[in-house]
């Protein structure tokens, strides 16, 4: 086989492995972007009104997400609720009063369910700067949706902490979409992408070779 023809193999190798690769990272994208995910005003008694994009059914838990961003986390923690230390000692904190009450509408308006919860069970993932605290189960198929949602008990205290309405999955690897977007980007990471830089080469290798070297024989 010629020069020519292995930078072409190659090439052709290289292209299709980055093509698999560009494809994983877009469903990876896909399947895991929030349904919802809006800032909320705590310290106030409004209504909200939110699309909601329903891709999978991962995302099936409304929750609050408290940043850490501009305020000490010490503070944060005694509205959200969680383990602080404090005088030389754990203190949990419970979450403050938060009853949200919540309407999930078609775009049309119809009513498809309505509930009522409060800052409950800690979502917070290992080394996150966000605190996020699971407020109802909502499960929805895959579409569109409206969600309405009412501070039933706003607190002054939270005026300061910025904070946000979110779809989370309150596990990981519930659906075979979040599986594929897994698996695929660690299979990108640790073999297809070494593999496009390895074909990369070897097609450089053999064009040089085919451009400016000895031809090699069929």
Known sequence: MSHKSKALLWGGVGLSLLVLVVAFRL??????????????????????????????????????VFSTGEL??????KLSGGPIWENEQWVEYPPA?????????????ELVSEGQG??????????????????????????????????RNPDPRFGEVDTRLAMVAAGKGQTWQSGVAWWGSILSGVLLIPLVIICGLLTLHHFIRWRYGEPAAD
Request: no cysteine; charged share 20%; proline share 10%.
């Open 97 to 109: 009063p938060m009853p949200l009450a919540w309407k999930l509408l078609t775009p049309a308006g």
């Open 72 to 77: 000490p986390l010490f503070t944060v923690r």
């Open 27 to 64: 469903f990876f994208v896909w399947a895991t972007t929030l349904p919802l995910d809006a800032p909320v005003r705590l310290d106030k008694g409004e209504t909200v009104e939110l699309p909601v994009k329903v891709r999978t059914l991962e995302f099936d838990t409304l929750a609050v």
């Open 118 to 151: 409060s800052l409950g069970e800690e979502l917070t993932s290992y080394g996150s700067d966000q605190i996020t605290r699971a407020v109802a189960r909502i499960p929805m198929q895959p579409g569109e949706y409206r969600l309405q949602v009412q501070v």
